[in-house]
């Protein structure tokens, strides 16, 4: 059973950073695609940065020079990060975690993935 959990959310001021953090748990040794989306209130999942199982990467202009995705593999687990630096009020939103195991064509579009985590809160002050 695939399970991903999100952690890392928090409150913080504009300029400030953080870093979260989704556990993928089950089927690890398969060749995951994965990615961050938010979902700011009121609008739709907006992605935000995307892992292929290549290493390669795919960030939203908003967020290019800004945030930075990366994953390593731990014992049974894949861990997929996003360090947010500069963070802006208009970052706000619930950020969730997607994978796909079967090959990602629009690494942006949410009909990619078939797993998703329950999402963490990330809240930007001005």
């Known amino acids: 059973q695939v399970q991903l959990e999100e952690s890392g959310g928090d409150s913080v001021q504009a300029g400030g950073s953080l870093r979260l953090s989704c556990a993928q748990s089950g089927y690890t040794d398969a060749p995951w695609s994965m990615a961050w989306f938010r979902r700011a209130p009121g609008t739709g999942r907006e992605g935000v940065a995307f892992?292929?199982?290549?290493?390669?990467?795919?960030?939203a202009d908003s967020v290019k020079g800004r945030f930075t995705i990366s994953k390593v593999g731990v014992k049974n687990k894949n861990i997929l990060y996003l360090q947010m630096n500069s963070l802006k009020p208009e970052d706000t939103g619930m950020y969730y975690c997607?994978?796909?195991?079967?090959?990602?064509?629009?690494?942006?579009?949410?009909?990619?993935?078939?797993?998703w985590g329950q999402g963490t809160q990330v809240t930007v002050s001005s």
């Open positions: 892992f292929d199982a290549d290493g390669s990467t795919v960030y």
């Open positions: 997607a994978a796909d195991p079967h090959g990602v064509v629009a690494p942006f579009s949410t009909d990619e993935y078939n797993y």
